[in-house]
Each structure stands twice: as structure tokens, then as C-alpha cells.
């Protein structure tokens, strides 16, 4: 799948969101090196604190099916412009796959694309 597929896949799993609280839906779509995609979408909880982010869905549907080696994982959400993975995902994602590739949209549509170590240099590891 490209990046484009790729994000039209988060945006087909946005529609999944669950955010009566901030009312912001993010969607996912995480694509494994055996060519299998996982979508993900936020999880919204009444307690705020149960709440898990979109790429966390995609990452733990994933690892529970037996994927751990992800290429690219695709983000999109309602807020419109570019919307980068949150400091806990991207040290899940990189517990698994510190060279996935961080496919966002701008604004204006365009495809922006990061590399984890641009994200996040140095995760903590035991
Ligand atoms: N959210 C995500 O799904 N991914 C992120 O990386 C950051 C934040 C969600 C959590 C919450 O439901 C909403 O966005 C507002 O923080």
C-alpha cells in the first residue's frame, strides 16, 4: 500500500473515533513489513486518563495479531493540519520499529513525511 492509500486508510478510520470529550478524531493506519495494514482510531474514556491515542490502537491490534515490524504508519485527524504522534506513542512505536516512517497531511493536502529519528532521537530502553 502507498502513502496515499495509506492515508486514506486513516481517514476511513477516523470516521471510528470515539472523542465526545475533545471532540478532536484522529485515525491510523499502520503498515507491517508482511504487508498487512492496521487501522486505529482515538479512544476516548469519561475518566480522560483511559483514553488511547489512534496510533497505540493501530500499534497494540498489530502486535496482537503477531505483527511487530512496522514500515509506515499513517496519521490524520480533524484538526486539519499536520498531527504528530504524542510523546507516549511514538515510544511505543519505537519499542517496535525505530525506523517507521510518519506519513502526515498538511493543510493544504500535501503529504508530509518523517522519519522516526527525526521524531524521536533517543527513546528510553532498558
Ligand atoms: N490523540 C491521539 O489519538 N493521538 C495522538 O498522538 C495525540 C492525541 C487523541 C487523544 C484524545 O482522544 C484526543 O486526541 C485529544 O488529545
Known amino acids: 500500500m502507498n502513502d496515499l492509500e495509506l492515508l486514506a486508510a486513516a481517514n476511513k478510520a477516523m470516521e471510528n473515533a470515539y472523542a465526545p470529550y475533545s471532540g478532536f478524531r484522529v485515525g491510523t493506519a499502520l503498515l507491517c513489513a508482511d504487508g498487512r495494514v492496521f ?63 510518519i506519513i502526515l497531511r498538511n493543510k493544504s493536502g500535501e503529504t508530509a513525511v518523517y522519519t522516526f529519528q527525526e521524531l524521536m532521537p533517543k527513546i528510553f530502553s532498558l
Do not use: H, M, W
Not at 53 to 77: L, N, P, Q
Not at 80 to 92: D, L, N
Open 39 to 101: 487501522t486505529g482510531c482515538n479512544i476516548e474514556n469519561s475518566s480522560y486518563g483511559a483514553t488511547n491515542c489512534a496510533e497505540r490502537t493501530a500499534v497494540f491490534k498489530a502486535v496482537s495479531e503477531g505483527c511487530r515490524d512496522f514500515s509506515a504508519i499513517a496519521i490524520v485527524s480533524s484538526g486539519g493540519g499536520e498531527t504528530f504522534p504524542c510523546g507516549i506513542c511514538r515510544q511505543v512505536l519505537g519499542e517496535f520499529s525505530p525506523n517507521i516512517r
